[in-house]
T-cell receptor, first 113, second 113 residues
C-alpha cells in the first residue's frame, strides 16, 4: 500500500519555466510534509517543508501548496534553472514519537537550457 | 556543522558475506534513522534510534539486519549473509528529538555480486 503517491514520474521544463510536482497522501495522521532534492550519487537534501496548519509556504523560488481537504500537496519551482535538474521526492510523517518519513517514488526533473 | 557522514561510500561484496556500515549524525541530534533506497525508488524506512534506544523497526528489516547505536552517537548497520536483493543505497539521517527535519548523509552504495 503506497501511502504517498507522486506524479509525474518525469518532467521536462524549459529554463525560466515553472516546474510543478504533485503528491497525494492517504493517512490523515500525517502532519509534516517535506520535499527533498536528490542529485545522482548523493543523499536527499531537505528543500522545503510544510505543516497542515498553513496552505502555502514559499522559500526563494520554491513554493509548497497544501490542500488538506483533498489530501494533496505540490511543489512549484519558479524560474526553473538547469541546476535544478535532479530527482525530487515528496514525503510525509506523523512526527512526534515516530517521525519516520514515508516517501513518494520521485520525479526526475530535467530543465532544458 | 559537518553534517551527517557515512562510511564507506561504496561497498562491493560477494553473496553470503557480512558487511557493516557506519553513520555519524549531526552532533547535537538525538534521533538517527536508517533508510534503504533502490534504483528509481524513494527511500524506505528501516529503523530509528533515539539516543541509544532502538525504538522502531520496519518489517523490511529482516533477521539478517542489525543496527546499533551504543553510546547514542554513531550508529552501525550490519547485514549478515548478504543476498543480491540487498544491493541498494543505505542512507542515514538524523534529527532533533522533537524536530521534524531530517538531514541525510551521502549514503553507502552496496553491491552484492
Amino acid at each position: 500500500q503506497q501511502q504517498v503517491k507522486q506524479s509525474p514520474q518525469s518532467l521536462i521544463v524549459q529554463k525560466g519555466g515553472i516546474s510543478i510536482i504533485n503528491c497525494a497522501y492517504e493517512n490523515t495522521a500525517f502532519d509534516y510534509f517535506p520535499w527533498y532534492q536528490q542529485f545522482p550519487g548523493k543523499g536527499p537534501a531537505l528543500l522545503i517543508a510544510i505543516r497542515p496548519d498553513v496552505s502555502e509556504k514559499k522559500e526563494g523560488r520554491f513554493t509548497i501548496s497544501f490542500n488538506k481537504s483533498a489530501k494533496q500537496f505540490s511543489l512549484h519551482i519558479m524560474d526553473s534553472q538547469p541546476g535544478d535538474s535532479a530527482t525530487y521526492f515528496c514525503a510525509a510523517s506523523t512526527g512526534g514519537s515516530q517521525g519516520n518519513l514515508i516517501f513518494g517514488k520521485g520525479t526526475k526533473l530535467s530543465v532544458k537550457p | 556543522d559537518t553534517g551527517v557522514s557515512q562510511n564507506p561510500r561504496h561497498k562491493i561484496t560477494k553473496r553470503g558475506q557480512n558487511v557493516t556500515f557506519r553513520c555519524d549524525p549531526i552532533s547535537e541530534h538525538n534521533r538517527l534513522y536508517w533508510y534503504r533506497q533502490t534504483l528509481g525508488q524513494g527511500p524506505e524506512f528501516l529503523t530509528y534510534f533515539q539516543n541509544e534506544a532502538q525504538l522502531e523497526k520496519s518489517r523490511l528489516l529482516s533477521d539478517r539486519f542489525s543496527a546499533e547505536r551504543p553510546k547514542g552517537s554513531f550508529s552501525t548497520l550490519e547485514i549478515q549473509r548478504t543476498e543480491q536483493g540487498d544491493s541498494a543505497m543505505y542512507l542515514c539521517a538524523s534529527s532533533y528529538q522533537w524536530g521534524y527535519e531530517q538531514y541525510f548523509g551521502p549514503g553507502t552504495r552496496l553491491t552484492v555480486t
